[in-house]
């Protein structure tokens, strides 16, 4: 399948690995529709892509949003074959005994649940066409665990986990589904980093730097291509040399 043929929705693509990821994919000729909550950050992007572009405010926290979203995105670019869930949040900083409940709901409604939603509204096309790529952001943080973010590490974890069951169930449809799992990168889902807050995020990364997120949007775009065709259900590290397994 040539890449001029096909669409792309990019969660999260106002900034950060969403950005980058829309960018690496519209380089190749994909349309692309950017998603994100942030309506003006994800029309500025998609005016830094140009003409094959779209914009689209889409709260992934409800599945009406979603599923009108993804009729839109047939609509203005074609049925897509490639779906990145990159939107996600950090959440607050908390130890387990104080970690404020109505936030540990928000991240896994986001972090997974959304991905969940958006994997629903888009898998039916994909199954019918025969044809698919989902790559799902998630964090080397789901792997081996950072403390004080519970709610982010589990959320985490619990895509890799949803990724490996999609991609069994999905294995001989076409419709491949893999992870990544980056290490920490100056994006805007860490704030204004410190110099001791850098320091504590690259302690465990032998490469003793940030990912960039250009180094993650070429990863998802091989994970979306029809070169990768015989791995599913599998999590890619990209984290410099921190994952273990």
């Not at 140009?50 to 009729?71: C, E, Y």
């Not at 890799?160 to 980056?182: D, R």
Request: hydrophobic share 50%; net charge neutral; proline share 4%.
């Amino acid at each position: 399948m040539s890449p001029a043929t096909q669409a792309a929705v990019v969660t999260g693509a106002a900034s950060g690995l969403g950005r980058a990821i829309a960018h690496r994919f519209a380089r190749e000729g994909i349309r692309v529709a950017l998603w994100d909550v942030d309506l003006a950050g994800v029309q500025r992007a998609a005016a830094e892509i140009g003409a094959a572009a779209r914009a689209f405010a889409v709260d992934i926290t409800d599945t009406a949003a979603v599923r009108a979203a993804w009729v839109a995105t047939k609509a203005a670019l074609g049925v897509p074959s490639i779906l990145v869930n990159s939107a996600g949040i950090l959440g607050p900083s908390a130890g387990i005994a104080s970690y404020p409940e109505e936030q540990w709901h928000r991240v896994l409604d986001i972090n997974l649940n959304g991905t969940f939603r958006c994997c629903q509204a888009a898998v039916p096309d994909m199954l019918s066409s025969g044809y698919g790529r989902i790559v799902n952001i998630a964090s080397i943080a789901g792997k081996d665990g950072n403390p004080n973010v519970a709610a982010y590490v589990a959320s985490k974890a619990a895509v890799i986990a949803l990724t490996k069951s999609m991609g069994k169930e999905l294995a001989t449809s076409g419709v491949l589904v893999n992870a990544i799992t980056p290490s920490a990168s100056e994006t805007p889902i860490f704030g204004d980093l410190t110099d001791e807050r850098r320091a504590k995020l690259l302690a465990n990364v032998p490469m003793a730097r940030m990912v960039r997120p250009e180094e993650v949007a070429e990863l998802a775009f091989w994970l979306a291509s029809p070169a990768c065709s015989f791995s599913t259900g599998a999590t890619f590290d990209i984290s410099g040399g921190r994952a273990t397994y």
